[in-house]
């Protein structure tokens, strides 16, 4: 009954350091997308994925690797981390293939802070 | 470029009074459209969406939207604010499968 878990919820790191977030779902939707939050721009896709061993560039991928190996999870990591990626990072998911008509399910969120 | 553009930051309206969320977008064609709820320290929550057919799409939370293709609008709105609707608002819009638009978001304060 999780649905859509991100851990950490915080995380402060330093510059060029790898860091990886985690998004797990349990409803084994197909689609899974990893946005940032920043002051002014609303929300930026940054990767999705539309099924495992599937993913694809959204908005803003510079800076940023996932994998979905498996259908639940899909992390987004940090190789080499910047300040210009401090942010609140979210994960979402959707049952449906297609456009984007379905409805998105949002994760909590991880605040991430690069010094 | 395609883009969705919220033209107010900060609302206050009193409890109890009407609300007006504007939302306006620029597509070629007509995207799908969406209107996002965030509480503090929450992830976001679909209100309603709007693919066609009716321009006055009912959502929860007593929301509704309306979309006018004349002026790329789709403003979000609720007859009586309740204190519990103050949080940030997001219109989204979507045309593609790597093209989920949003705004850059409205918060709303509910005065007593």
């Known amino acids: 009954d999780a649905g859509i878990t991100q851990s950490p919820r915080y995380k402060i790191t330093e510059t060029g350091r790898q860091v990886t977030l985690m998004c797990h779902q349990t409803?084994?939707?197909?689609?899974m997308f990893w946005y940032r939050q920043d002051l002014g721009h609303g929300l930026r896709l940054i990767y999705y994925s539309a099924a495992a061993d599937i993913t694809d560039k959204g908005e803003v991928p510079d800076g940023y690797v996932v994998s979905r190996s498996k259908t639940e999870n899909f992390p987004l990591t940090l190789e080499s981390a910047t300040r210009s990626q401090t942010s609140v990072y979210f994960c979402?998911?959707?049952?449906?293939?297609?456009?984007?008509?379905?409805?998105?399910?949002f994760g909590p969120g991880t605040r991430l802070t690069v010094l | 470029a395609q883009s969705v553009t919220q033209p107010d930051i900060h609302i206050t309206v009193s409890e109890g009074a009407s609300l007006e969320l504007r939302c306006n977008y620029s597509y070629g064609a007509t995207p799908y459209l969406f209107w996002y709820v965030q509480s503090p320290g929450q992830g976001l929550q679909l209100l309603l969406k709007?693919?066609?057919?009716?321009?006055l799409v009912q959502g929860i939370k007593g929301f509704e939207a309306e979309f006018k293709r004349s002026q790329s609008s789709f403003n979000l709105r609720k007859p009586s604010v309740h204190w519990s609707d103050a949080a940030e608002y997001f219109c989204?819009?979507?045309?593609?499968?790597?093209?989920?638009?949003f705004g850059a978001g409205t918060r709303l304060t509910v005065k007593p």
């Open positions: 979402a998911s959707m049952r449906t293939s297609g456009v984007f008509t379905d409805t998105q399910y």
């Open positions: 409803w084994s939707h197909s689609y």
């Open positions: 989204a819009a979507s045309a593609t499968n790597n093209d989920m638009r």
């Open positions: 709007y693919f066609s057919g009716d321009t």
